[in-house]
């Protein structure tokens, strides 16, 4: 990647880009339907679409709130896009404004890690200053530092975040 010209630069848009489970939205309700994926009884479809029953996170909410009036909200979730009228809905039930989102499709078909590595990269690639990117999974976290993003990365307080535990993570 090359640094932006001048000319160029005028076109850049500052964006403040979300994740969504378990960053905006509380997934909890949906772990044991994650089980029965593994299990081979259900599709990672059919999970992403379980996401009408969220919960919001407020604090996340309110910080959308007061981003948009700064800057663009830039969606970046990981939830299958079959899950896109769910999540529009969603999103204006709670209040949450957005200007654009990027779910995952079946052109995605990579890790997590990679498939926000890679979306982001096409982000700034495609003119938009990142400003600050929220994200509550530390693999992800850790790889967008890695490529020079700054990164808020928050807690959803799950179970299976305790090191005690031996439950894996679904935050993504
Ligand atoms: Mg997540």
Redesign the pocket.
Known sequence: MTEAQPAEAENRYQVVVY?????VCD?RHRHEFADKVKAGEATWEEYSLQCVDDKPYPGAIKLMQITDRLYRNYIL??RDIVAWDHTVKWLKQEKAPWHMMRMRTPEDPYPSVEYKVKAMLELRDHGADVVLVI???PP?VDALEAEGFTVLCVN?RYEEDNPESDKPSF??
Not at 19 to 23: M, R
Request: hydrophobic share 25%; proline share 7%.
């Open positions: 994740d969504l489970d378990s960053t997934t979730t990981g994200e509550d999974w992800i959803p935050g993504v």
